[in-house]
């Protein structure tokens, strides 16, 4: 456990008693554009972004990115927030952490290509908001990452969206075809 937290795991992948995290890789700072909320995403998903949040507007939808780009270095401060003992986590706080984020090294923020949007709380997803996402983001190419059930055992992030075309369908490869 301790070597994941760190930031130190080798692997390319995490399965932790059946939740899966993948590596993803930093994208070049070059790669990213500054929205309007400040947060970073990958110059090649923000005309998408830009082009969904446009839409959404006409139906009275207003979205935001929450958060986009995370770099390993900020990962391995995000993750061990929770734990009562920064790097020894129990079991069972390391099991639950995971559930809901990514370990340094293993977030798909870290592409560029992730972004949270308007609200990483649990009743985003009563919200007309998320209800228009449901309906809408994929066709501007942004999926769930993580919907109810979904294979990698982790819980449901209703706000959580990768975008996918040919050139990120082999970053997340693993993922899509798990
Ligand atoms: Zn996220």
Same mark, same amino acid.
């Given at each position: 456990?301790?070597? %994941?937290?760190?930031?130190?795991y080798k692997? $390319?992948? %995490?399965?932790f008693?059946g939740?899966?995290?993948? !590596?993803?890789?930093e994208?070049e700072r070059?790669?990213?554009i500054?929205?309007q909320?400040?947060? &970073?995403?990958?110059?090649?998903a923000?005309n998408?972004? %830009?082009?969904m949040?446009?839409?959404?507007?006409?139906?009275?939808i207003n &979205?935001f990115?929450?958060?986009?780009?995370r770099?390993?270095?900020?990962?391995k401060?995000?993750?061990p927030?929770?734990?009562?003992?920064?790097f020894?986590?129990?079991?069972?706080?390391?099991?639950? !952490?995971?559930?809901?984020s990514?370990?340094?090294n293993?977030?798909?923020?870290h592409?560029?290509?992730?972004?949270d %949007?308007?609200?990483?709380e $649990? $009743?985003f997803?009563?919200?007309?908001?998320y209800?228009? &996402?449901?309906n809408n983001?994929?066709?501007?190419?942004?999926y769930?990452?993580?919907?109810?059930?979904n294979k990698?055992n982790?819980?449901?992030?209703p706000?959580h969206? !990768?975008f996918?075309d $040919?050139?990120?369908k082999?970053?997340?490869?693993?993922?899509i075809?798990?």
């Amino acid at each position: 456990m301790e070597e %994941i937290i760190k930031g130190n795991y080798k692997g $390319d992948f %995490i399965n932790f008693k059946g939740i899966i995290h993948f !590596r993803y890789f930093e994208c070049e700072r070059k790669d990213l554009i500054e929205t309007q909320t400040g947060e &970073l995403i990958h110059k090649n998903a923000y005309n998408a972004f %830009i082009e969904m949040q446009k839409n959404a507007k006409k139906e009275g939808i207003n &979205l935001f990115i929450e958060s986009g780009f995370r770099s390993v270095e900020e990962q391995k401060e995000i993750f061990p927030k929770k734990f009562k003992n920064k790097f020894m986590p129990t079991e069972e706080e390391f099991y639950s !952490r995971l559930k809901f984020s990514a370990p340094p090294n293993f977030s798909e923020h870290h592409t560029g290509y992730a972004i949270d %949007i308007n609200s990483v709380e $649990d $009743d985003f997803k009563d919200t007309k908001e998320y209800l228009w &996402l449901f309906n809408n983001s994929e066709k501007f190419g942004f999926y769930n990452s993580f919907p109810k059930n979904n294979k990698q055992n982790l819980g449901f992030e209703p706000w959580h969206y !990768r975008f996918i075309d $040919d050139e990120t369908k082999k970053i997340f490869k693993k993922a899509i075809e798990l």
